[in-house]
Protein backbone atom coordinates (compact mmCIF):
# COMPACT_ATOMS: atom_id res chain seq x y z
CA UNK A 1 0.00 0.00 0.00
CA UNK A 2 1.26 3.48 -0.97
CA UNK A 3 0.55 6.21 1.11
CA UNK A 4 0.11 9.19 -0.40
CA UNK A 5 0.27 13.23 1.06
CA UNK A 6 -0.95 15.78 -1.45
CA UNK A 7 0.22 20.11 -0.48
CA UNK A 8 0.38 23.11 -1.42
CA UNK A 9 -3.58 23.69 -2.21
CA UNK A 10 -4.62 27.41 -0.98
CA UNK A 11 -6.81 30.26 -1.76
CA UNK A 12 -6.22 32.17 -5.12
CA UNK A 13 -7.85 35.03 -7.06
CA UNK A 14 -9.63 33.61 -10.61
CA UNK A 15 -7.23 33.96 -13.18
CA UNK A 16 -4.07 32.95 -11.07
CA UNK A 17 -1.92 29.60 -11.10
CA UNK A 18 -1.27 27.08 -8.28
CA UNK A 19 0.95 24.01 -8.08
CA UNK A 20 -0.11 21.27 -5.73
CA UNK A 21 2.14 18.31 -4.73
CA UNK A 22 1.89 14.36 -3.77
CA UNK A 23 4.85 12.67 -1.98
CA UNK A 24 4.56 9.05 -1.99
CA UNK A 25 5.95 6.87 1.20
CA UNK A 26 6.66 3.58 -1.37
CA UNK A 27 9.26 3.56 -4.26
CA UNK A 28 6.58 0.99 -5.64
CA UNK A 29 4.85 4.78 -6.97
CA UNK A 30 7.49 4.47 -9.97
CA UNK A 31 5.35 1.94 -11.59
CA UNK A 32 1.93 3.04 -10.94
CA UNK A 33 -0.48 5.19 -13.47
CA UNK A 34 -0.71 8.90 -10.76
CA UNK A 35 -3.74 10.65 -11.02
CA UNK A 36 -5.96 13.49 -9.51
CA UNK A 37 -9.42 13.79 -8.95
CA UNK A 38 -11.77 16.42 -7.43
CA UNK A 39 -14.51 16.74 -5.08
CA UNK A 40 -16.85 19.58 -4.96
CA UNK A 41 -19.13 20.20 -1.50
CA UNK A 42 -22.02 17.92 -2.06
CA UNK A 43 -20.34 16.02 -5.40
CA UNK A 44 -18.45 12.92 -6.19
CA UNK A 45 -15.29 12.80 -7.02
CA UNK A 46 -14.54 14.40 -10.68
CA UNK A 47 -11.63 13.20 -12.50
CA UNK A 48 -9.07 15.88 -13.58
CA UNK A 49 -5.73 14.27 -14.71
CA UNK A 50 -3.62 10.93 -15.02
CA UNK A 51 -0.30 10.15 -15.78
CA UNK A 52 1.29 6.48 -16.58
CA UNK A 53 3.67 5.08 -14.65
CA UNK A 54 6.43 6.18 -17.60
CA UNK A 55 5.08 9.92 -17.94
CA UNK A 56 4.81 9.15 -21.51
CA UNK A 57 1.20 9.20 -21.86
CA UNK A 58 -1.62 11.64 -20.14
CA UNK A 59 -5.49 12.17 -20.35
CA UNK A 60 -7.05 15.17 -18.91
CA UNK A 61 -10.64 16.01 -18.35
CA UNK A 62 -12.11 18.43 -20.93
CA UNK A 63 -12.94 20.84 -17.92
CA UNK A 64 -8.77 21.97 -17.40
CA UNK A 65 -7.72 21.03 -20.62
CA UNK A 66 -5.48 23.47 -21.55
CA UNK A 67 -5.21 24.95 -18.39
CA UNK A 68 -3.90 21.63 -15.87
CA UNK A 69 -0.73 20.06 -16.63
CA UNK A 70 0.40 16.68 -14.56
CA UNK A 71 3.85 15.77 -14.05
CA UNK A 72 5.49 13.61 -12.05
CA UNK A 73 9.10 13.09 -11.22
CA UNK A 74 9.96 9.37 -10.03
CA UNK A 75 12.82 10.29 -8.47
CA UNK A 76 11.71 12.20 -5.73
CA UNK A 77 8.69 10.00 -5.95
CA UNK A 78 6.31 12.88 -6.44
CA UNK A 79 3.65 14.06 -8.35
CA UNK A 80 2.24 17.22 -9.45
CA UNK A 81 -0.74 19.46 -10.84
CA UNK A 82 0.05 22.56 -12.27
CA UNK A 83 -2.79 24.87 -11.96
CA UNK A 84 -3.12 28.16 -14.59
CA UNK A 85 -6.09 30.37 -15.43
CA UNK A 86 -8.03 29.14 -12.51
CA UNK A 87 -11.75 29.75 -12.35
CA UNK A 88 -14.10 29.63 -8.99
CA UNK A 89 -15.76 26.56 -10.59
CA UNK A 90 -11.91 24.78 -9.61
CA UNK A 91 -12.65 25.28 -5.67
CA UNK A 92 -12.59 21.70 -4.65
CA UNK A 93 -10.37 19.28 -2.39
CA UNK A 94 -7.88 17.56 -4.59
CA UNK A 95 -6.74 14.56 -4.14
CA UNK A 96 -4.39 12.29 -6.00
CA UNK A 97 -3.85 8.84 -6.64
CA UNK A 98 -2.20 5.57 -7.75
CA UNK A 99 -3.46 2.47 -9.21
CA UNK A 100 -1.99 -1.11 -8.60
CA UNK A 101 -1.81 -2.50 -12.77
CA UNK A 102 -2.59 -6.13 -13.29
CA UNK A 103 0.29 -8.52 -14.98
CA UNK A 104 -0.74 -7.55 -18.32
CA UNK A 105 -0.60 -3.69 -17.70
CA UNK A 106 2.20 -3.49 -15.52
CA UNK A 107 4.83 -1.12 -17.50
CA UNK A 108 2.01 -0.48 -20.37
CA UNK A 109 1.10 2.62 -21.00
CA UNK A 110 -2.31 2.49 -18.86
CA UNK A 111 -3.77 5.95 -17.91
CA UNK A 112 -7.42 4.93 -15.58
CA UNK A 113 -9.79 7.59 -15.35
CA UNK A 114 -12.54 6.48 -13.29
CA UNK A 115 -11.78 6.53 -9.25
CA UNK A 116 -12.73 2.57 -9.03
CA UNK A 117 -9.51 2.03 -11.01
CA UNK A 118 -7.43 3.35 -8.35
CA UNK A 119 -6.48 1.81 -5.19
CA UNK A 120 -4.20 4.59 -2.48
CA UNK A 121 -5.40 7.88 -2.00
CA UNK A 122 -4.41 10.98 -0.02
CA UNK A 123 -6.12 12.72 2.95
CA UNK A 124 -6.66 15.96 -0.21
CA UNK A 125 -5.63 19.70 -0.47
CA UNK A 126 -8.50 22.67 -0.74
CA UNK A 127 -7.84 24.59 -3.31
CA UNK A 128 -10.36 27.92 -3.15
CA UNK A 129 -10.19 30.35 -6.12
CA UNK A 130 -12.16 33.20 -5.22
CA UNK A 131 -11.59 36.99 -5.64
Known amino acids: QVQLVESGGGLVQPGGSLRVSCVAS????????LGWFRQAPGQDHEFVAA????????KYSDSVKGRFTISRDNAKITGYLQMNSLKPEDTAVYYC????????????????????????WGQGTQVTVSS
Open 97 to 120: ATAVPSTSRLFREWVPTASNEYDD
Open 26 to 33: ERTFTNYP
Open 51 to 58: MSWSAAST
